[in-house]
């Protein structure tokens, strides 16, 4: 069976594609889970990462 997209798809373990990885310039961690963010170290403020940036957005848009 020749599907494409099962050809395309990534080994386990080997990173979601286009995810930042803590490679290259040292990022700050997460304040809530200590997971590598999207921000340099230099970044002020609170720094979150994606998935407790998605997690905060929810909460706060249902908090009406």
């Known amino acids: ?3 494409p997209y099962c050809d395309a798809t990534p080994a386990p373990g080997a990173g979601a594609p286009g ?7 040292p990022y700050a961690a997460c304040v809530l ?3 590598p963010t999207e921000y340099p ?6 720094t ?17």
């Open 19 to 25: 995810r930042r990885t803590a490679e290259g310039p």
């Open 48 to 64: 979150l990462c994606p998935v407790c940036e998605w997690r905060e957005a929810e909460r706060t848009a249902c908090s009406g």
């Open 1 to 3: 069976m020749d599907d």
């Open 33 to 35: 889970c200590q997971e």
């Open 41 to 46: 170290e230099s970044t002020k403020g609170i």
